[in-house]
């Protein structure tokens, strides 16, 4: 099993910057890929960012530019620095491990003047 903690969430005005971490702690071993998904109220989930074990990173087409996601592969633990924060990116973001496929327990960000 593995275990998802996110910290890093919080309530910010437009144009502002949040860092998210997410750590992996368990039977890390098994643990490829790791990114964000985010859900807003009323809305599907979207996923956000990705970033596999050797590096390649994948960004949602409305996040690109903005947001950057990073990791290390050792530790298991995954970065996702936000900048030009704007009231849309207001969701829960949850941290997410394959394989198989683990779910964080997700951290609120809030983006409201």
């Known amino acids: 099993q593995v275990q998802l903690v996110e910290s890093g969430g919080g309530l910010v005005q437009p144009g502002g910057s949040l860092r998210l971490s997410c750590a992996a702690s368990g039977s890390i071993f098994s643990i490829s890929n790791m990114g964000w998904y985010r859900q807003a109220p009323g809305k599907q989930r979207e996923m956000v960012a990705w970033i596999t074990s050797d590096g390649r990173t994948t960004y949602a087409a409305s996040v690109k530019g903005r947001f950057t996601i990073s990791g290390d592969n050792v530790k298991k633990t995954v970065y996702l620095q936000m900048n030009s924060l704007i009231p849309e990116d207001t969701a829960v973001y949850l941290c997410?491990?394959?394989?198989?496929?683990?779910w964080g327990q997700g951290t609120q960000v809030t983006v409201n003047s």
């Open positions: 997410y491990a394959t394989p198989p496929l683990y």
